[in-house]
Structure formats: structure tokens, C-alpha cells
């Protein structure tokens, strides 16, 4: 699913989050969203799903204003994985992830066995099967956040927008889903947007980055031309360097001590 | 997460199967409580009637005084009991999930203080138009209903739950002050607005029936219509937009059927509580989950309230207790006694 967006503004009370935001995405690509802390890269997934409409500019899917599709429509088409770790009221696992196929019911049509498809892959992918019975509300914060993913994929949206999918996973799930992020997009044609703080793993897992600052993108490229010292100084105040581990040639980030 | 999500799985449909035998099991359970409740209702009492004569009356070939006892008097109590119980169920259940707030009942959306505000202005004020209570009653929860909705409102941004549940504390704050205030401006008439902030179905009749069933109707149908957006909702309103869910009509639609649910409920029975707060945990805790919550926490605040109202006729007898005593005597043990047991709440 392409993304396109022209000249975007969101305000929110008097605070000017966006000002002005260009950019193309095509299908299927990765890209990662970096940025300071406030900077507005969670505005900007809640924009894209229509959470928070703009003051000015456009969004368009496919060519399409975003605003032209039906609110279900939409819901089939995009999908967030939030920030916010809202815990329902005594709803296990399966019944958790069986809410992502809302978009896709009809009031007539509750459950379909295609439905139940989706849910046991999402269970699956995610590893939760051994939780799938068990209330949300017991579950550790990588568990849930597991559960919220599988939510989305049970969704099963073309475009992705994940805003920092990594907090309270332990580093086996992080790098299991960094790999799935990237069989998403390779072998399903998923596009994906991803918030994350990890520049190394930004670097590493995404085909392109979009550096946003004071509401604005400064950056936007291969992961390899766009992320420079003179950038991770202006936009991250620090310094730092961009090297290669030595088994793998991977790019990392190398700090300095500041001050 | 090592496999594509495409990949596609054996389709496991037992546990779905499971569902559908707690919901039926639970469903049947509380119908039964209800035909028991209604049986006992209709022959016992200040005159106690043979099952025998019970069923004569039923089919049209009983005692004139029998009939009359059972038809215009326990029959009409009894249904209206089984109706408050229903809306104040039902409107707990809503307002628990679009607030998604364990403790939310109609209390909480200033429809219970509306009531009793505008009752215990009859009973102190206008104590020879008692008539008008129920009309009044209702009219003052409405009234109240929407303040707390007006003020959870925020332009450009709705409502929240977060606003909805303050606004509710504060309206029924100022509420509760006027009704202290009339109290003690009125101390002799204290035991009429005891009484009637208790709840009870002493003398209600078929008009307090036809007033009760039509926001009955009107009200499971609505929270029928909305429930699988309620149970979206219940992730958060971001989860519910991204869904495709139409949060601020959908809160409003809750937030209304619940508002009239509970209002038509005061206006007849006066303040019953308990019923809206604890029905809808102990079904979730009895169904393992939302599942078929709405229908069956229904027919569960009914049979609730029908028994707690049999009670309250028969176990000081002749004298008769406000019903809202039982309800809260039966109902709270019960529900910490679940509470010990619920796997959810550990």
C-alpha cells in the first residue's frame, strides 16, 4: 500500500506538532521513524490512522484521500500498534487478538472460519499459544505488548504503523520481531512505518529512514546516506560515530562520552 | 515469532465450543431462577395460594380473590421487578465498558442522585403529589444524565471516560449537598425519602409495568446493536478509531440507553443498587468473560431482583423492608466471596 503525504500540519490545542511534512512511501517498503523525544513521529502514526486530523495538508492511500474511505475500510487497510497499554476487563488472550478482526465482521457475521485462521496465525507468529487462555490483566508488559501485536496481525492491515513495538520485549522478541517485521514486507508485501529509539536497529533492519525534528523531517534516505555524525549532533545532541561490527559489518552507533 | 502470518493453522473450535456451553449453561441457570422466582412470587405473601390455585388463576379458571391478589397485585410487582432488574443490569454493563471503569454503575453518570434529587423534591416540597414521583424521578435523572455528558465534553476532542466518570463524582457531589440540604430543612418527612432512596415495588401495578418495558425493549435492543464496538472500545479509543469504530457515537448511544435504562428504573422502583455495579462482574466471573455478557447479566439483574424483592416481602412479614436492603445484603457477600475464588483478579 502506497502512502503519500503533502505539506501536513497538526496542532494540537497550541502546540504546532507537525509543521509541514512531505513524503512518499511506496508498497511494501520498511521504514523507520526516528526522532527526539516529542518531536511528533506518534503524531504522526496517529495521523496517518486518522486519530487526529490535520489543520492542513493531505494524506492519500493508494492515490486515494484518506478521508475518502469508509471508516472500515480504513480499518482493513491500516493498522496501529499504539503506545498506550489499555488492559481490558477480564478478556484472555484469544479473545484479545479476536477483536482485531472487527474490521473484517459483519454485525451477521460475527466469527467466520476464516476469522479463526487469522486469529491461530497471529497467536502463533507471536508465540503467545501457551497464554491463549489466560486473562490479559496477569500478563508481564512483554507479554501484553506480544498480545497487542498479534492483535494488530490478526487485523491483517497492508500498511503497518508500529510506534516503539519493542519496549518491554526481551531481547529474544525484539530481534524475533524485527524478523518478522522484515518477512511482513519481503514476503507479504506489507508497508511498514516504525517509530523506534534504537538507531543501530533502525540502521540495521529498515530500508529507509525518515529523521523527524521539532516537527519536522530533516532527513530522509537509505539508512546508510542519512544517518551521519553531523546529524545524530544536530538532531540527537551527541556525538557520535557511525562504525561496523567487525563479524557482520553491521552498522552501530558508537557514543562518545559527552561533555 | 519466527513464521510469516499467513500461514495458515488447523481452525480450533473447541474452545469456541466451550463458549457456547457457559453462555447456554448460565443463560439457562438464571431463566430457571427466574420461572422459581416468579412461581414463588405469585403464591406467596400476606396470603399464601397453593401452587394448585396459582396455576387455576394462570389459565383463567381461579377464585375471584385469588385472581385478583395474583393478577393485579403479585403478578405486576413481580414483572416489574424482573424489568428494573434487567435495565439496571444492562445499563451497568454499558457503562462499564465505555468507560472501561470495573466500578462504573448508573450511580456513577449522576442518573441515581437526578432521580433522588427530584424525588426528595416531591416527598418534601409536594409531599400530597406523590403521584408524580415516578414522572418526576425520571425527569431529574435525565436531567442529570445529560449535565454529566454536556460537561465531560471537551470541543474538537469529545468525551473520555476518564472526563465522563469525574464529571459524574462532581454532579453527583452537588446533587447529593441538595439533597443533604433538603434533608434537614424537612427532617420530618426523612423516613418517606429513606424509603424511596431504598428502592421498593410495594404497590406497583401494570402502569409501572407498561412504564418500565418499553425502555426494556428499547434498551437491550441498543446494547445489543452496539456490543461488538463496546467490546473494541474496551482496548482503548485509538484501538477502537484504527478498528474502524465509531467511538464518540457509540459512547453516546451507551452512555443514552444507559442513562434511560436506569432512569426508567429509579422512577419505578426508587434507588435499588448493587444490582447495576456487581450483576455484570458476577456473569463475566460465571460466563469466564464478556462472551454473551449482555443478554445473560439481562436476565441475571431480573432474577436478582426478583428474588431479593420476595425476600424483602416475606422475611419481616407483615411489615415489608426496602428492597434495595436485600439486594445489597445478598448480593455483597456473594460477590466477595467470587472475588477470593476469580482466577481474573489474583
Partial sequence: MSVSVKDLHVQLGSNHVLKGMDFDIKSGQRVALVGPNGCGKSTLLRTLCTILKPSQGEVRLEGELIQSYSRRERARKIGLLSQSDVIPMMTTVRDHVSIGRHPHRSYFRDRSSNDAAFIDAAIEVCEIS???????????GGERQRVRLATLLAQSPDLLLLDEPL??????????????????????????????????????????????????LVADGLPADVMTSELLSEVFNIQADIGHEP???????????QG | MSTPLSV??????????RRWLRVAIGATLVVVLIVIGLIASLALGAVDIPLVDVIKVMTGSGEKTDTQIILQSRLPRSIAAVLVGCNLAISGTLLQAVTRNPLADPGLIGVTAGAALAATIVLAVLPSSAILLPIVAFAGAMIAAVVVYVVSWRPGAGSSPMRMILAGVAVNAVLGAVIGLLMTAFADRIPAMMFWTSGSFNGRGWGHVDMLWPYTVAGVG???????????MELGDDAAVTMG???ERTRLIAFAAAALLAGSAASVAGLVGFIGLVVPHLMRLLLGGNYGLIPVSAVAG???????????????APAEMPVGVITGLIGGPYFIYLLYRARWLR
Fill in chain 1, 130 to 140: 501457551h497464554l491463549a487462555d489466560r486473562p490479559v490483566e496477569r500478563l508481564s
Fill in chain 1, 167 to 216: 519496549t518491554g520485549l526481551d531481547l529474544e522478541h525484539q530481534y524475533a520481531l524485527l524478523h518478522l517485521l522484515e518477512d511482513l514486507s519481503q514476503k507479504e508485501g506489507r508497508t511498514l512505518m516504525v517509530v523506534l529509539h534504537d538507531l543501530s536497529l533502525a540502521m540495521r533492519f529498515f530500508d529507509r529512514l525518515l529523521v523527524i525534528h521539532e516537527g519536522k
Fill in chain 1, 247 to 257: 563479524a557482520t559489518g553491521q552498522p552501530v552507533i558508537i557514543c562518545h562520552r
Fill in chain 2, 8 to 17: 495458515t493453522t488447523q481452525l480450533s473450535t473447541s474452545i469456541g465450543g
Fill in chain 2, 222 to 232: 441498543l446494547a445489543l446493536w452496539i456490543r461488538p464496538r463496546l467490546a473494541v
Fill in chain 2, 245 to 247: 469504530v465509531p467511538v
Fill in chain 2, 302 to 316: 431480573g432474577a436478582l431482583l426478583l428474588w431479593s424483592d420476595l425476600v424483602a416481602r416475606l422475611a419481616l
